[in-house]
Protein backbone atom coordinates (compact mmCIF):
# COMPACT_ATOMS: atom_id res chain seq x y z
CA UNK A 1 0.00 0.00 0.00
CA UNK A 2 2.82 2.32 1.34
CA UNK A 3 4.60 1.57 -2.10
CA UNK A 4 1.62 2.23 -4.43
CA UNK A 5 1.26 5.52 -2.94
CA UNK A 6 4.41 6.53 -2.88
CA UNK A 7 4.86 5.25 -6.72
CA UNK A 8 1.38 7.62 -7.57
CA UNK A 9 3.38 10.69 -6.16
CA UNK A 10 6.78 10.10 -7.26
CA UNK A 11 4.89 9.81 -10.85
CA UNK A 12 2.98 12.90 -10.05
CA UNK A 13 6.01 14.86 -9.09
CA UNK A 14 7.42 14.17 -12.56
CA UNK A 15 4.91 14.97 -14.59
CA UNK A 16 4.83 18.32 -13.07
CA UNK A 17 8.39 18.32 -13.25
CA UNK A 18 9.76 16.26 -16.70
CA UNK A 19 13.31 17.59 -15.95
CA UNK A 20 13.60 14.75 -13.23
CA UNK A 21 15.22 11.90 -14.65
CA UNK A 22 15.17 8.58 -13.44
CA UNK A 23 18.46 8.39 -10.71
CA UNK A 24 16.15 11.43 -9.28
CA UNK A 25 12.78 9.56 -9.14
CA UNK A 26 14.60 6.97 -7.21
CA UNK A 27 16.09 9.33 -4.79
CA UNK A 28 12.53 10.89 -4.59
CA UNK A 29 10.67 7.27 -4.57
CA UNK A 30 12.77 6.23 -1.42
CA UNK A 31 12.23 9.79 0.48
CA UNK A 32 8.51 9.18 0.18
CA UNK A 33 9.11 6.04 1.64
CA UNK A 34 10.83 6.78 4.39
CA UNK A 35 8.53 9.70 5.10
CA UNK A 36 5.36 7.91 4.61
CA UNK A 37 5.98 4.57 6.04
CA UNK A 38 7.97 6.13 8.99
CA UNK A 39 4.65 8.45 10.16
CA UNK A 40 2.14 4.90 11.26
CA UNK A 41 5.53 3.13 12.78
CA UNK A 42 5.77 6.45 14.87
CA UNK A 43 2.09 6.24 16.01
CA UNK A 44 2.20 2.79 17.10
CA UNK A 45 5.39 3.20 19.03
CA UNK A 46 4.03 6.45 20.93
CA UNK A 47 0.73 4.37 21.37
CA UNK A 48 3.06 1.28 22.76
CA UNK A 49 4.90 3.80 25.18
CA UNK A 50 2.04 5.37 26.49
CA UNK A 51 0.01 2.06 27.34
CA UNK A 52 3.48 1.51 29.02
CA UNK A 53 3.17 4.89 31.28
CA UNK A 54 6.60 6.16 29.94
CA UNK A 55 5.12 8.34 26.80
CA UNK A 56 7.10 11.99 28.04
CA UNK A 57 10.44 9.80 29.00
CA UNK A 58 10.06 8.11 25.34
CA UNK A 59 9.72 11.74 24.09
CA UNK A 60 12.64 12.80 25.93
CA UNK A 61 14.69 9.47 24.51
CA UNK A 62 14.11 10.58 21.21
CA UNK A 63 14.95 13.76 21.78
CA UNK A 64 18.13 12.31 23.25
CA UNK A 65 19.30 9.80 21.06
CA UNK A 66 17.99 11.07 17.93
CA UNK A 67 20.61 13.58 16.91
CA UNK A 68 23.09 11.06 17.69
CA UNK A 69 22.06 8.19 15.56
CA UNK A 70 21.86 10.70 13.29
CA UNK A 71 25.11 11.14 12.53
CA UNK A 72 26.22 7.88 13.87
CA UNK A 73 24.36 5.27 11.94
CA UNK A 74 23.27 1.97 13.28
CA UNK A 75 20.95 -0.93 11.70
CA UNK A 76 18.33 -0.43 9.94
CA UNK A 77 15.72 -3.60 9.86
CA UNK A 78 14.15 -4.52 6.91
CA UNK A 79 10.78 -4.90 7.71
CA UNK A 80 8.32 -2.56 9.34
CA UNK A 81 7.64 -5.07 12.07
CA UNK A 82 11.68 -5.13 12.84
CA UNK A 83 11.63 -1.43 12.63
CA UNK A 84 9.37 -1.13 15.28
CA UNK A 85 10.48 -3.66 17.57
CA UNK A 86 14.05 -1.98 17.07
CA UNK A 87 13.05 1.43 17.40
CA UNK A 88 10.65 0.57 20.82
CA UNK A 89 14.14 -0.89 22.22
CA UNK A 90 16.25 1.85 20.98
CA UNK A 91 13.92 4.80 22.69
CA UNK A 92 11.06 3.10 24.97
CA UNK A 93 13.27 0.56 25.82
CA UNK A 94 15.80 3.90 27.05
CA UNK A 95 12.96 5.21 28.83
CA UNK A 96 12.03 1.96 30.79
CA UNK A 97 15.96 1.97 32.08
CA UNK A 98 15.73 5.47 32.98
CA UNK A 99 12.65 5.56 34.69
CA UNK A 100 13.91 2.24 37.11
CA UNK A 101 17.43 2.35 37.70
CA UNK A 102 18.87 4.91 39.25
CA UNK A 103 22.58 5.93 39.30
CA UNK A 104 23.92 7.85 42.23
CA UNK A 105 27.44 9.31 43.15
CA UNK A 106 30.21 7.26 42.40
CA UNK A 107 28.66 4.37 40.75
CA UNK A 108 26.86 7.53 38.09
CA UNK A 109 30.33 8.88 37.70
CA UNK A 110 32.04 5.23 36.98
CA UNK A 111 29.04 4.14 34.88
CA UNK A 112 29.09 7.34 32.17
CA UNK A 113 32.93 7.07 32.24
CA UNK A 114 33.02 3.44 31.02
CA UNK A 115 30.11 3.70 28.84
CA UNK A 116 31.58 7.00 27.00
CA UNK A 117 34.87 5.34 27.06
CA UNK A 118 33.15 2.26 24.95
CA UNK A 119 30.90 4.44 23.06
CA UNK A 120 33.90 6.45 21.76
CA UNK A 121 35.79 3.19 20.77
CA UNK A 122 32.80 2.10 18.73
CA UNK A 123 32.17 5.45 17.09
CA UNK A 124 36.16 5.45 15.86
CA UNK A 125 36.05 1.95 14.62
CA UNK A 126 32.00 1.76 13.11
CA UNK A 127 30.74 5.35 12.69
CA UNK A 128 29.23 6.56 10.68
CA UNK A 129 27.83 3.07 10.42
CA UNK A 130 25.94 3.06 7.01
CA UNK A 131 23.14 0.62 5.14
CA UNK A 132 23.89 -0.89 1.58
CA UNK A 133 20.76 1.12 0.79
CA UNK A 134 22.03 4.78 1.87
CA UNK A 135 25.65 4.29 1.68
CA UNK A 136 27.82 7.00 2.96
CA UNK A 137 30.92 6.89 0.21
CA UNK A 138 32.32 10.31 0.29
CA UNK A 139 35.39 10.41 2.91
CA UNK A 140 34.69 13.85 3.67
CA UNK A 141 31.23 13.08 4.40
CA UNK A 142 32.14 9.79 6.61
CA UNK A 143 34.68 12.36 8.89
CA UNK A 144 32.30 14.74 9.00
CA UNK A 145 29.59 12.51 10.82
CA UNK A 146 32.21 10.78 12.58
CA UNK A 147 33.48 14.12 14.41
CA UNK A 148 29.66 15.37 14.89
CA UNK A 149 29.40 11.98 16.71
CA UNK A 150 32.24 11.92 18.97
CA UNK A 151 30.86 15.82 19.46
CA UNK A 152 27.38 15.17 20.47
CA UNK A 153 27.85 12.26 22.48
CA UNK A 154 30.41 14.04 24.60
CA UNK A 155 28.32 16.76 25.53
CA UNK A 156 25.47 14.44 26.47
CA UNK A 157 27.00 12.46 28.72
CA UNK A 158 28.61 16.05 30.06
CA UNK A 159 25.01 16.98 30.67
CA UNK A 160 24.66 13.51 32.02
CA UNK A 161 27.21 13.58 35.14
CA UNK A 162 26.20 17.20 35.56
CA UNK A 163 22.36 17.60 35.50
CA UNK A 164 20.41 16.58 39.59
CA UNK A 165 17.92 14.25 37.32
CA UNK A 166 18.74 10.64 37.94
CA UNK A 167 16.18 9.79 34.80
CA UNK A 168 17.51 12.28 32.18
CA UNK A 169 21.22 11.00 33.58
CA UNK A 170 20.22 6.96 33.33
CA UNK A 171 18.74 7.82 29.42
CA UNK A 172 21.07 9.41 28.55
CA UNK A 173 23.65 6.97 29.70
CA UNK A 174 21.89 3.65 28.59
CA UNK A 175 19.99 5.20 25.71
CA UNK A 176 23.28 5.95 24.07
CA UNK A 177 25.22 2.54 24.68
CA UNK A 178 22.07 1.04 22.95
CA UNK A 179 22.55 3.31 19.81
CA UNK A 180 26.04 2.56 19.49
CA UNK A 181 25.90 -1.01 20.45
CA UNK A 182 23.74 -0.50 16.81
CA UNK A 183 26.73 0.36 14.92
CA UNK A 184 28.86 -2.50 15.94
CA UNK A 185 29.50 -5.57 13.55
CA UNK A 186 27.89 -7.77 15.53
CA UNK A 187 24.52 -6.44 15.33
CA UNK A 188 25.01 -6.06 11.58
CA UNK A 189 25.49 -9.66 11.37
CA UNK A 190 22.37 -10.47 13.49
CA UNK A 191 20.19 -8.51 11.84
CA UNK A 192 21.79 -9.22 8.13
CA UNK A 193 22.67 -5.60 7.56
CA UNK A 194 25.63 -4.94 5.59
CA UNK A 195 28.03 -1.79 5.95
CA UNK A 196 26.88 0.08 2.88
CA UNK A 197 30.85 1.58 2.23
CA UNK A 198 32.17 -1.82 2.39
CA UNK A 199 29.56 -3.05 -0.31
CA UNK A 200 30.50 -0.62 -2.50
CA UNK A 201 33.89 -0.19 -2.26
CA UNK A 202 34.62 -4.26 -2.88
CA UNK A 203 32.25 -4.22 -5.59
Not at 5 to 30: Q, S, V
Not at 122 to 138: G, Q
Not at 140 to 162: D, G, H, P, W
Request: aromatic share 10%.
Amino acid sequence: MIDKICTFLTNKIRKEMPEIDDERAEIIMYGLQNIIGELPKGVIILFIAYLLGILKLTLIAVLIIAPYRVFSGGVHMKSHLGCIVATLIIYSGSALIGKYVVLLGTVKYGTALLTWIFCMIMIKLYAPADTENVPILRKKERKQKQIFSYIILTIEFVIAITINNPTITSIIIFGDLIQTITLTRFVYKITDNKYGYEVYANS
